[in-house]
């Protein structure tokens, strides 16, 4: 086996490990509107994490730190967000409530027992508060 075979072999091995382990967040779309920030794929954004919209929408406001409301499949912001700072919002979502802390894979659901958000693992099975608001 000459080097480029090698090489090959390894690369291969490599691209396999990342489709299988790493989950794609979905890249929020935005855009500015006056002096409102849109996130245009919310609904779709929303849906793929399987998480309620209001739930990521209380997070998005309270982490932004400006008014917001859900409109159709848009999210709507008073006041200009850069892409980067709703992405990264978007990302800690997903850290903070869509990836098992324990296995850290995204099969996994928000449920809520006595008032208490928790994230539950259908992976692994571990079940763990998550921050309340
Ligand atoms: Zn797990």
């Known amino acids: 086996m000459d080097y480029d075979e090698l090489y090959d072999r390894a690369e291969e091995k490599i691209s396999e490990t990342v489709d299988e382990e790493r989950f794609e967040v979905p890249e929020p779309e935005t855009m500015q509107e006056g002096e409102k920030t849109i996130i245009k794929n919310f609904s779709k954004i929303a ?65 809520e027992e006595e008032r208490i958000k928790k994230i539950k693992c259908e992976a692994c099975g571990a079940k763990q508060a998550v921050r309340q608001f």
């Open 47 to 111: 849906d793929k994490l399987r998480r309620p919209e209001e739930h990521m929408m209380n997070f998005l406001r309270r982490e932004l730190g400006v008014p917001g409301s859900v409109e159709g499949s848009r999210a709507v912001f008073q006041g200009r967000i850069t892409e980067r700072k709703v992405s990264d919002k978007v990302s800690q979502y997903v850290d903070d409530f869509v990836i098992c802390p324990a296995c850290e894979k995204v099969d996994t659901e928000l449920v």
